[in-house]
């Protein structure tokens, strides 16, 4: 029933979406810095996530983009390189995030921003990866695991357009980022009712898991445990 084409080019174009907000969002804190000689990072490992975090947005694209093209044998040897791409991500992910701790009690960014990144984005990715690794041959599922993986940095991405673009300050842009993470969770089953006529079970999980995580990320996140971690106290 569900065809893999038009489930592939939807993916390409999310993933083209994706890397394009990518770019806008960072411009200002990280690529125009960067390309001025003014940035200066907040933890060594800061350059290795930032490309691995491109590169695996490039890649989710690109696979998509194979498949469209019946190319299937190079979708599975780009495969075993997103792989290590992604440990690389993951790990780097955590040590920037422990990199930039602790910090001051006020600065709202770092101290719930980093808190939803390790406890709900991070693990998310991990889990829909595994996932998405061990159903590699039900091509419906596989694409829409890895489109949750894709999704998975979407928080961060939509934090600094809001306050960078928005001119939003961090509090409401705190509070403004789950609805938008949501929305994009919400875009793969109105694509799966509006294609066929039902929504993928895959699809409702990524929903699930999304409620799921947020119930047990928000109170770790705003905790005493996690505000005096953050803060070194």
Request: proline share 4%; net charge positive.
């Amino acid at each position: 029933m569900y065809s893999v084409a038009k489930d592939a080019r939807f993916m390409r174009n999310v993933g083209l979406a994706l890397i394009a907000m990518t770019a806008v969002a960072f411009a200002p804190k990280y690529f125009v810095p960067l390309a001025s000689g003014s940035y200066e990072p907040p933890s060594a490992y800061m350059h290795l996530h930032a490309i691995t975090a491109i590169l695996w947005m490039l890649i989710f694209a690109f696979q998509a983009w194979l498949v469209t093209q019946g190319r299937r044998d190079w979708h599975r040897m780009l495969g075993y390189f997103a792989l290590c791409v992604a440990v690389l991500n993951v790990i780097s992910g955590v040590v920037v995030q422990l990199d930039i701790l602790p910090t001051s009690a006020d600065d709202f960014s770092n101290v719930v921003g980093s808190g939803f990144r390790l406890f709900h984005s991070t693990p998310a990715f991990v889990l829909f990866l595994i996932w998405a690794m061990k159903m590699r041959r039900r091509t419906d599922w596989h694409l829409r695991l890895m489109y949750q993986t894709a999704i998975a940095a979407i928080a961060t991405i939509l934090g600094r357009i809001y306050v960078f673009y928005g001119l939003m300050d961090e509090v409401l842009a705190g509070v403004m980022i789950p609805v938008g993470n949501l929305a994009f969770v919400l875009i793969l089953p109105i694509y799966d009712r509006l294609q066929y006529g039902k929504v993928h079970r895959a699809s409702w999980v990524g929903v699930a898991a999304f409620f799921v995580f947020q119930v047990i990320s928000t109170p770790i996140v705003f905790s005493d445990f996690w505000t005096n971690f953050a803060t070194g106290q």
